[in-house]
């Protein structure tokens, strides 16, 4: 049921771009991609190993929307389209030779009245914390949405900060040096990157699905390990990777 929304909303968000958005650019500048994603979104369901719920979040105008349109279609937006709500566009990769499809989920602007539900956090395994490196105040508000991931996301969630606009490099006034610090001081992974000139956009996501994989791959290890040392020879064993809350979704046995 999730699978036929998504692939509505998308259709959905591709017609608004290009009939009301003559600034939006990226589309056709890979034509072989623009077709691919296309063809992605009618592609049949459950042609994937996995599927991994990741929310955007950050202040409103650091860029979340351009990155979710970058990475899922490659397109780029001057115009800032925050009154388009749309509430996830999703991407199939590769993760460690595993078919990872990345649901992404994008806030309608509800960030700027501080009024993100617990919905939209909920079941997430991963999270891009956005700030925009020329904006102080952006990356001021970071601690203030680590606590709000604190109290609405599942602890195990695998954070990481983004520091966007690296392109406005004469603008800079949150130093490199200092995200870094902060995000090993919080545990968190850390790219500066750039929606509009398609860096480390890419990067990031790979970034936050392997570290999932990496996760999920060992919780089954263990489940194996402990499965064998419980087991009676001959009776087989049952594997669960998902956790309680039902976070981590295997194909098999529970994502549609
Ligand atoms: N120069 C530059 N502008 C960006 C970048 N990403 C987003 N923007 C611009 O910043 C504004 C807000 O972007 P948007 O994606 O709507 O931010 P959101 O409110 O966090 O979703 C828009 O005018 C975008 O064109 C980037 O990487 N570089
Ligand atoms: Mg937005």
């Not at 650091?62 to 991407?91: D, Q, W």
Request: aromatic letters at 8%.
């Amino acid at each position: 049921m999730i699978e036929k929304d998504s692939k509505e909303i998308f259709a959905g968000y591709f017609i608004s771009i290009s009939s009301l958005f003559p600034h939006c650019f990226g589309l056709r500048v890979r034509g072989g991609e623009f077709i691919r994603s296309i063809e992605m979104a009618h592609k049949v369901d459950h042609e994937y190993d996995y599927l991994f719920k990741i929310v955007l979040i950050g202040d409103s105008g650091v860029g979340k929307s351009n990155i979710l349109s970058r990475f899922t279609r490659n397109e780029f937006c001057l115009e800032s389209k925050s009154t388009i709500g749309v509430e996830f566009a999703t991407r199939t990769l590769e993760i460690d030779g595993k078919t990872v499809k990345a649901q992404i989920w994008d806030t309608a602007g509800q960030e700027r009245y501080r009024a993100i539900t617990s919905a939209y956090y909920r079941g997430a395994v991963g999270a891009l914390l956005v700030y925009d490196m020329t904006k102080t105040q952006t990356f001021d508000n970071v601690q203030r949405w680590l606590r709000e991931l604190r109290d609405h996301a599942d602890s195990n969630i695998v954070i990481m900060l983004a520091g966007n606009k690296s392109d406005l490099k004469h603008l800079r006034a949150v130093q490199e040096e200092d995200a870094r610090v902060l995000a090993e001081k919080e545990g968190l992974s850390f790219l500066e990157t750039s929606a509009l000139e398609a860096f480390n956009i890419e990067k990031a996501f790979q970034t936050i699905l392997t570290e999932i994989h990496h996760i999920i791959s060992k919780k089954a290890l263990v489940a194996q390990e402990a499965a064998k040392l419980t087991s009676i020879p001959g009776q087989g064993t049952t594997i669960n990777v998902g956790d309680a809350s039902g976070n981590w979704t295997k194909k098999s046995c529970c994502s549609t």
